[in-house]
């Protein structure tokens, strides 16, 4: 037996993998212990939850991984700084000490996993960060071969990066390096519109439907320069990210007629046009990208990781007009996955004869297990910490339980859902969820006002049965981890007056369809599709809703509210149900009302007796 532990950490979204002889155990993000979104320091909780699972020691470990090199990464902050010289002079004496430090980490967490954990003798090793990338997304796919694509802001040089899987062989094909970077081009839009770089690139595609993309020409005359084969360049004075401490300059303002939004006050036309124009770019680069991808490999099978492979409007897209017949796209995509990336890295590299992980014969069966790969709670569990809060619940069988959550649905009330393992990634996928009634006209302003403390567009996703998807989406393919887009059907569509004569943000409440929530302002939803083989009570509970409504769609969004991570444990999801307007909350085999708790005055300390340290 052989247990691989790999880590993500110290930039943002760290992580802890435990795989075992290549085996998927779990995996945990450390900001839903710390409550901390995207919290990047050292995951102390994420990787006592690994030992916890497991039930071992850090000795009994056979391998750490780490997620990048820092050896690599010091010589491009190195080489960036000599590049620009005195421009940059200023940041790097100010953070010089702190680039060093980073030049140290493999060293520094062996000090951190020694203070918390114990003294071993197991040697840390480290992947390339796309290395890392490019292994979270083939050794779980279902292909036994595959061509790879990693696209994100920057690792240590590549910002785009392709592969050839064959077997258990990853092969490095050609990359694409900083300061050149399609994620940071995206990422400079997301600032520029007002929202916070690495979390708010959502909100930048969920707006661009709202716009036109009428800076598409100029963004390809000034600022990118694409060639037939994808690759491009990128003009460095309209940016400042290299050395500076903004993401643009104010060429680009002088290009986009003014300055960047100040976040928080009003999104105008400028902002939705800016949102529909650099989606637009974006996905031109990466048409490109993958035909040549195609052309050079001759796969029918294409995987995606890195950040921009969460642009679902993309991979949409890329599956129904793209060169690839089938497509896996990692859960967590983000770096979070590089944790797991870096465990297989490890995993393969000591064990050559190892097998990989395929399903040629059944492309819905991954071995991300559905991504339900964190805690589970037992019912005794969930009682003693709702009891501790004073909570008032009544205690269902399955049948009852699904029968009184799908009641409560069916009457237009929003259900806290908290079943089974946590999620792994991004998204909630039903076991971390906000649940709500797709057919409810004002449930997407209302949930996000009410519930998600969010902006009134963003749109929510359809959770559906996975053999309905074709019958309501232009869909025919899985969509497990609502990683793609896909528009409704022309027969499933209202087309009214009303329709040509909103404009922007006015568009929010229009009846588009049958199930106006989950519908976006062009038709367009962001699908999961439920078989159930993985969370069969989720599953259960959309086939009631089902036959109670002859609708087979649920929405789902994630347990949580703005600025917080997705809940973790029952307390997390008792306290988030308590601050919002949530109407119930199912947490197990337990059932909530609002009406029936007392009311909630907020301890600032509930949650220190429940930490792992």
């Known amino acids: 037996m052989t247990l691989i532990l790999g880590l993500s950490a110290y930039y943002h979204d760290s992580a802890a993998t435990l795989i075992q002889d290549g085996e998927i155990l779990c995996a945990f993000q450390e900001e839903r212990f710390s409550r901390i979104k995207q919290d990047k320091r050292f995951p102390y909780h994420a990787i006592k939850a690994c030992l916890n699972h497991a039930d071992i020691t850090i000795k009994d470990l056979d391998g750490i991984c780490y ?43 062996n000090q951190e996993l020694q203070q918390h954990f114990g003294e071993f003798d197991t040697k840390i090793t480290c992947a390339e960060h796309h290395q890392s990338h490019a292994a979270s997304a083939y050794y779980p796919s279902p292909f036994s071969s595959s061509a790879v694509l990693c696209v994100d802001g920057v690792g240590e040089w590549a910002t785009i990066s392709a592969w050839h899987g064959k077997g258990i062989e990853l092969e490095p094909l050609w990359s694409i390096d900083f300061p050149d970077s399609l994620g940071l081009l995206y990422s400079a839009f997301t600032y520029f519109c007002g929202f916070k770089v690495d979390s708010g690139e959502y909100k930048l595609m969920g707006l661009a439907p709202y716009g036109e993309p009428v800076y598409a020409e100029a963004i390809h005359r000034e600022i990118i320069s694409v060639a037939d084969d994808g690759s491009f360049s990128l003009n460095r004075d309209y940016f400042d990210y290299e050395v500076g401490t903004q993401m643009t300059s104010p060429a680009f303002d002088k290009l986009f007629g003014g300055p960047r939004r100040k976040p928080e006050t009003e999104i105008t036309q400028r902002e939705m046009d800016l949102a529909a124009s650099v989606q637009v770019v974006t996905e031109d680069v990466l048409f490109k990208l993958v035909e040549r991808l195609q052309r050079e490999t001759g796969e029918r099978n294409l995987c995606l990781a890195g950040g921009v492979a969460l642009n679902c409007v993309a991979n949409g897209n890329l599956l129904q007009k793209g060169p690839f017949s089938n497509l896996f796209i990692q859960p967590a995509s983000g770096d979070s996955g590089c944790s797991l990336g870096a465990a297989y890295v490890e995993h393969f590299r000591t064990n050559p004869d190892a097998k990989k992980f395929a399903s040629p014969e059944d492309l819905s069966m991954d071995a991300m297990q559905g991504s339900y790969l964190g805690n589970a709670y037992g019912t005794a569990e969930i009682r003693t910490q709702l009891e501790e809060l004073g909570a008032t619940f009544e205690v269902l069988g399955e049948t009852e339980l699904v029968a009184r959550t799908t009641e409560a649905l069916s009457s237009d ?40 403390n969010r902006e009134s567009f963003r749109p929510f996703a359809p959770a559906i049965l996975a053999e309905q998807a074709d019958n309501w989406f232009e869909l025919d393919a899985i969509s497990p981890y609502m990683l793609i887009v896909a528009n409704l059907r022309q027969d499933r569509r209202l087309i009214t007056a009303t329709n040509e004569r909103r404009t922007g943000l006015d568009k929010v409440n229009e009846a588009r369809a049958e199930i106006p929530a989950v519908v976006h302002v062009d038709y367009s939803a962001r699908v999961q599709t439920v078989d159930g083989k993985q969370n069969p009570i989720f599953r259960k509970l959309i086939e009631a809703f089902y036959q109670e409504t002859d609708c087979p769609i649920l929405i789902n969004t994630s347990f949580n509210v703005r600025g917080e991570p997705i809940v973790e444990s029952p307390m997390d999801a008792f306290t988030c ?14 059932f909530l009302e609002k009406t029936k708790q007392a009311a909630w005055v907020e301890d600032s300390d509930w949650r220190k007796q429940y930490e792992l340290d």
């Open 67 to 109: 997620y990048e090199d820092p050896e690599l990464k010091y010589d491009r902050i190195i080489t960036t700084f000599r590049r620009n010289r005195l421009k940059g002079a200023g940041v790097f004496a100010k953070e010089i000490q702190q680039y060093r430090k980073n030049r140290k980490i493999l060293k520094t967490i």
């Open 413 to 452: 009330k929003v259900v806290g859902w908290f079943q089974g393992r946590m999620e792994f990634g991004p998204r909630a996928l039903g076991g971390r969820s906000i649940l709500g009634n797709p057919r409810s006209r004002d449930m997407q302003r209302n949930m996000n006002l009410k519930i998600k």
């Open 577 to 590: 149900f308590m601050r919002t307007e949530m109407d119930c909350l199912v947490v197990g085999s337990l």
